[in-house]
């Protein structure tokens, strides 16, 4: 018989309250949660998952396994049930669901994860096998934020390594196997300070799921559980607020193909968007301008931001008209459709990967004489992906932009900006004796790229840095009133 896998209660929680089943990070263990105790009391029976080489299995040999995980999760899943992991948690979460889906049990309420690499990305922590326990220390402070007493605890180390490095075994021998996406909704916390998992790479994990996506960013580092519990429990207990904080992007992604009910809601166009409906020839381009128009109207009514008779109205900059003092940017390429809002000018670009009739065309009217010799020099599969990232940034700048007329995109550029860092435009060095005090307006705007998998996209904002909130649209999601959601 195969042993059952104990947890830690946490919380008081009245009958039949649901569950909250907690996998920690790499050698952790309870007291990663302490926090919480008294966050969900009332609301959730919080269960800590207690992991081999730890608390009162420190004796037990064996490694970790979310195959049995999942089996003691599935005696306790009459009662409805969410699990989060944190970090490494993130992934094992992620499996000991798709095991729970293979043994055809209820599936939980949501999978929450924090700090968390997608599970097709090699964790770092794998990597680092191979390393003395001073150095593994090092790193942990280094790259984790881990607390620097760890240096000068000899007991705490002791207690810390091998659980560690059992963990660091199972994340070494990981391998991500394909499968259909998860029918449960996935929701990602991220610390925008985090030196190991950057926040716009965690939007991967919304290709594993065909139910709703969002991703909150918090202005903290990777072990924000310590530093930030309340409000990732405030967010789990409560949901997400609506309102724009100064400074936050809220960013929506929609897939119109999949959206019949907005493409079809014609009766929500105002009189000068039916008109330029009617005109469409084409049946899908039709569906999809009624869709981009419907889904940003209501957008805009969940954030108060009331649409003028022709429809949204923006103002200069991207800002949107109203008392609300809102901007917003909306951006679409086939049937993808992203809309960016926030408390200011905000800009956003999205372009999906697809062949070019002439690329090199493209590269010629896109990129300047710098970005095109850094291009040359890049293998011939990388030159439109890069070539899109760049095309994208210079994109969300000028629509962000309103200090005057529309900045030509040809002015500036990014040459030198690596993949997965924060882009900041620089005057192109043919358009220097024209810019005038462009160069140092340009410097003032950010540009985070979002990686969507089979697109990507830019948003460009004021502030030297953001916090991101991130969620897909999907059917049922944003309904009018009186309609049924469906899904």
């Known amino acids: 018989m195969l042993p059952e896998t104990p947890f830690a209660s946490l919380t008081r929680y009245p009958p039949g309250a649901p569950l909250l089943f907690c996998l920690p990070y790499a050698g952790g263990d309870v007291s990663a949660f302490w926090a919480w105790k008294q966050a969900f009391d009332g609301v959730f029976d919080v269960r800590v998952v207690m992991l081999p080489g730890r608390e009162g299995r420190v004796a037990e040999p064996g490694a970790l396994s979310p195959e049995l995980i999942a089996r003691s999760i599935a005696a306790h899943t009459g009662t409805p049930y969410s699990i989060y992991g944190h970090s490494m948690g993130g992934r094992v979460a992620f499996e000991v669901v798709r095991e729970l889906r293979r043994l055809g049990v209820r599936a939980p309420e949501c999978l929450y994860v924090g700090a968390a690499h997608p599970p097709e990305r090699q964790e770092t922590l794998g990597r680092w096998t191979g390393l003395g326990d001073d150095d593994l220390i090092e790193e942990l402070i280094h790259r984790l934020d881990a607390p620097a007493d760890l240096r000068t605890q000899p007991e705490l180390k002791a207690l810390l390594i091998p659980a560690l490095r059992t963990d660091m075994e199972w994340l070494r021998h990981y391998r991500f196997a394909r499968q259909e996406p998860l029918d449960v909704p996935i929701i990602a916390f991220a610390g925008a300070h985090d030196r190991e ?31 930030h519990a309340d409000q990732v429990a405030r967010t789990i207990a409560d949901g997400p607020h609506r309102g ?15 959206l ?50 022709g429809g949204p109205r923006t103002l200069p900059g991207g800002e949107a008209g109203g008392e609300s003092g809102a901007g917003h940017s909306l951006s679409h390429s086939g049937g993808l459709v992203l809309v960016a809002l926030a408390a200011g000018r905000v800009g956003a670009a999205l372009e999906r990967f697809r062949p070019l009739a002439d690329e090199q065309s493209f590269f010629d009217g896109v990129l300047d004489e710098r970005e095109r010799d850094e291009y040359a020099g890049l293998p011939e599969e990388l030159r439109l992906p890069s070539a899109l990232r760049t095309w994208t940034a210079k994109e969300a700048v000028s629509r962000a932009t309103g200090d005057g007329p529309r900045v030509d995109p040809a002015l500036f550029g990014f040459a030198g900006q690596r993949p997965g860092a924060t882009w900041v435009p620089e ?44 969620e897909t649209v999907r059917q049922g999601r944003l309904v009018r009133p009186g309609v049924e959601a469906a899904g």
């Open 197 to 227: 998992v950057a926040h716009p790479g965690m939007l991967a994990w919304a290709r594993h799921t065909s139910s709703t996506f969002r991703l909150h960013t918090l202005d903290a580092a990777h072990l924000f559980l310590t530093t």
């Open 244 to 258: 724009l904080a100064a400074d936050e992007v809220h960013v929506w992604l929609a897939d119109l193909d999949e």
């Open 260 to 309: 019949p009910e907005l493409c079809a809601a014609v009766e929500e166009l105002s009189p000068k968007e039916a008109a330029r409906a009617a005109r469409f020839r084409q049946e899908d381009q039709r569906r999809r301008f009624v869709g981009r128009s419907v889904l940003l109207r209501r957008l805009l009514g969940e954030y108060g931001i009331e649409p003028g008779a």
């Open 427 to 470: 005057v192109a060095p043919e358009a220097a004796q024209q810019a005038g005090q462009l160069a140092e307006w340009l410097a003032e705007w950010r540009v985070t790229h979002l990686p969507l998998g089979r697109a990507t996209a830019a948003i460009a904002a004021r502030p030297p840095r953001f916090l991101l909130r991130f």
